[in-house]
């Protein structure tokens, strides 16, 4: 397989990560929904077993990722990219987890978008690469880490921000003993009014690119910007904004680019969350100076595990466009099956999952399906809704006539994934039949 910029990876890539790279030890009681019965195994070995989730073995709430919903969403967007001349690096705060990460890789992904330092580490001792730290690096102890793994391996990338020259500082202190032959790159950050971090004018622009250039242990690699703060709209307005924030990031770039840095063996332009990552390629992927080498990466981080409200309503992949990209849309591949505890009245049940297992911020849980406790047949869920959470309950309405009981299991589709999977420490990834493929270490 390759990747978009026609590097072949294979399983045996060693820039790929060993799925059992950190967590050997015995699951124990760590793993909330996965079997005592596996209490001494490790979770490679378990996610080895061929059990189904309704084997009987395993406990609720449970969360649980579908194999084929992950490879699509890879391949999908994988395609995506590829079409429009971007390189891709999921962001992987959303899952925290190499394993997931994995499903980008294999379909071609550059690399790996994190948040912080933490998220940084995870992935750099599961072998990852290539590695882009979207957000301003201040901690000065990971600086020069960043720099040494820089230094020991000419094949890696790595990538922070910086939008001011009080960043620029922070850095240059703590780099200031490192060898310049190999400075670390840095983005200058585009922002906003009413973002977040980030350059907001021009003369703001010029005084942070002034500064790293002023410091040798820095180089100046190019510029990001997050779009998906300009709006949550793909109305006409949402999308003019957008646009108006890309021009601006572009012509950030331009800036950049009239500063050349021997020392790098390429430039970045980056944006891209999970609603606009089709913008991105249409204002940022072409038209850059045919003499430098500029790679535009794209950073949405939900399309992987995606879900049944947010993204599935927004998503510029929701299959109504034309080419081979765009005709077939994400799946939701995350979901949570919660117990039935008790139905006091006809038309209310109450589920063993609430605020600990389940996010709520864009949304509250759907219910898809419901099923006995063997996981017979599926049961419709029309008419059914959830009305509140509690921290371990779900508050379920359903019509008096329906065939649900105490120990039977419901089906929950999220919305937002992003912050449904720091409530689990692992993930059961499992296929269209039910039986476990693997299961994922969530690092959070």
């Known amino acids: ?42 979770l ?8 189904r989730i309704f084997d009987g073995d395993f406990g609720f709430p449970l969360l649980v990722l579908r194999d084929s919903a992950l490879r699509h969403n890879a391949e999908l967007m994988a395609l995506f990219a590829a079409d429009r001349g971007m390189s891709l690096a999921p962001h992987l705060k959303t899952s925290a987890s190499p394993q997931v990460a994995d499903y980008a890789l294999r379909a071609g992904a550059w690399g790996v978008t994190v948040a912080n330092p933490f998220q940084a580490r995870v992935f750099m001792a599961a072998g990852h690469d290539r590695i882009l730290l979207a957000n301003q690096l201040v901690d000065r102890a990971f600086a020069v880490e960043a720099a040494q793994w820089l230094g020991e391996d000419p094949e890696r990338r790595f990538s922070c921000y910086v939008d001011s020259p009080a960043g620029v500082a922070v850095l240059a202190d703590a780099l200031a003993d490192q060898d310049p032959n190999r400075p670390l790159p840095v983005l200058v950050e585009v922002g906003h009014e009413g973002g977040r971090g980030g350059c907001r004018d021009t003369a703001a622009l010029a005084a942070t690119i002034d500064a790293v ?26 999308l003019r904004a957008v646009r ?4 601006w990031v572009r012509a950030a770039m331009d800036t950049v680019l009239a500063h050349r840095d021997p020392r790098l063996p390429e430039y970045v332009v980056s944006a891209g969350g999970s609603l606009y990552f089709d913008l991105v390629g249409e204002e940022l992927a072409t038209g850059w100076p045919a003499d430098v080498p500029v790679r535009v990466i794209a950073r949405p981080g939900a399309y992987l595990t995606h879900d049944q409200g947010l993204y599935h309503a927004l998503s510029p992949l929701d299959g109504s466009g034309s080419d081979p990209a765009e005709v077939a849309r994400l799946a939701p591949a995350i979901e949570v099956w919660a117990p039935v505890l008790t139905r006091p009245t006809p038309d209310q049940v109450i589920l063993g999952a609430g605020r600990r297992e389940l996010n709520y911020d864009e949304g509250l849980p759907l219910p898809i399906e419901a099923r006995d406790h063997r996981g017979g047949s599926p049961r419709p869920t029309t008419g059914w809704q959830v009305t509140a959470l509690n921290d371990q309950h779900a ?15 419901v089906r929950l589709g999220i919305s937002h994934p992003c912050t449904a999977h720091d409530r689990w420490l692992s993930a059961v990834i499992a296929a269209d039949d039910d039986t476990v493929v693997s299961v994922a270490r969530c690092y959070f």
């Open 1 to 42: 397989m390759t990747d978009n910029t026609g590097t072949t990876r294979t399983p045996t890539d060693p820039a790929r990560p060993d799925p059992g790279f950190i967590d050997d030890g015995a699951i124990g009681w760590r793993f909330k929904g996965l079997p005592p019965a596996a209490a001494h195994q490790t």
């Open 395 to 409: 508050f379920l309405t359903v019509p008096p006539d329906a065939d649900l009981g105490p120990s039977d299991l």
């Open 44 to 51: 490679a070995q378990l996610g080895d077993s061929g059990r």
């Open 244 to 247: 108006d924030y890309l021009s």
């Open 213 to 238: 250039r002023a410091n040798p242990t820095l180089a100046l690699a190019g510029v990001s910007g997050y779009e998906g703060s300009v709006s949550h709209s793909r109305g006409s307005e949402g």
